[in-house]
Every structure is written in C-alpha cells, then in structure tokens.
C-alpha cells in the first residue's frame, strides 16, 4: 500500500515540478518591455503586449497623479521614471517633443529605448547605448480594435545589431516590418 501512495505522489511531484520547469523558464524567454506614456498608442500596445504569451509588459510610465482608466491593473503603474525596472526594451510613446526630455529622465542600462514617433530623429535617444525607432504607421484611438498584423511598423537603430533586435521584437506584433 505504501508503495502504491509512493509513486502517486512522485507522479504529483514530476507534475508539479514540470509545471514550474515550464513556467518560470517562459517567464525568462519573454521579451519584457515598459512603455513611457499613456496615450492612446501605448493603450493599444499595452492591450497588444498583455495578449501576447512572448512578452512581458513590466511597467507603464505616466505623469498623471492617478492611474488613468484605460490602465490595465494587472500592471505596475509608476509616475517616477527613475522607478523604471530593467527591460528588454522601453518603448516612449509620448508627444514629439516630450521624447528627448522623456528620455534624459532613466537608464535603460542594456536595454533598447525606442520612440514611436515617425516625426522625431533618432539621434534624440543618443544617450543611450542602445536605440532605435519603431514606428506603427496607423492613427489609434481607444475604441477601435485594431488588427496588429496588419499595420506597418518602420524601424530604425543605432547599429546593425539593435535593427536585428527591434525587427525581430517588431516581427512579433506585425507581419509588416520595414
């Protein structure tokens, strides 16, 4: 009898374990992004990223006192850039001429910093190492669903090797990168 109770409970052990193996190692895979602003291109991209199983949406920057409506709970809200985690990538969608002042405010440390902006030079992010442009081409509001897929994103990075970064991280809302 006790053998019978020993192997079900290695059975529920393997389970279990198994479950964590997978858990926690897909939580070290996905790409994880904080978005500075909270306009409505950044609640079209918060929507986009929480239903997406390969990132991870760790923050959203707002300079509003109180966490606006159209937030998600399920994300920390901050209202300090200096409060920003460590991201794979940070993507400041702010008005134009917010960027520069945006981005002079955190330290992205290894991470890529992107603009959303198809108005705003790249060279605003130069203080950081890694930088870059990724630009929906699509007017967004917060009633309209759209279709990820099918709007064009245009990229641009300080090097060869942050552009393979930023297509790729691209590749995974958009079947258009350009």
């Known amino acids: 009898m006790n053998v019978f109770f020993d192997i079900i409970f290695f059975a529920n052990l393997t389970k279990t374990f198994k479950s964590i193996v997978v858990n926690f190692g897909l939580y070290f895979l996905m790409i994880k ?19 997406n199983k390969r990132l ?5 920057y ?15 809200y901050i209202k300090e850039l200096k409060k920003i985690n460590k991201s794979d ?13 945006v981005s002079n405010q955190f330290d992205a440390k290894d991470g890529i910093v992107v603009h959303v902006s198809g108005n705003t030079n790249i060279k605003v992010l130069s203080n950081h190492k890694n930088y870059g ?5 699509q007017t967004f509001s917060y009633e309209t669903n ?12 300080n090097n060869k090797v942050n552009q393979k970064k930023i297509e ?7 079947g258009k990168v350009y």
């Open 33 to 51: 992004v904080t978005l500075i602003g909270t306009g409505r291109l950044s609640f079209n991209l918060m929507n986009e990223i929480l239903n």
């Open 56 to 60: 991870k949406l760790n923050q959203i």
């Open 62 to 76: 707002g300079r509003s006192k109180f966490r606006p409506k159209h937030i998600s709970d399920d994300v920390e």
């Open 89 to 101: 990538f940070y993507l400041i969608a702010v008005s134009d001429n917010e960027i520069y002042n």
């Open 133 to 137: 442009v990724f630009y929906p081409l």
């Open 146 to 157: 759209l279709n990820f897929r099918e709007i064009p994103i245009i990229i641009e990075a």
């Open 168 to 174: 790729k991280f691209s590749k995974i809302f958009s």
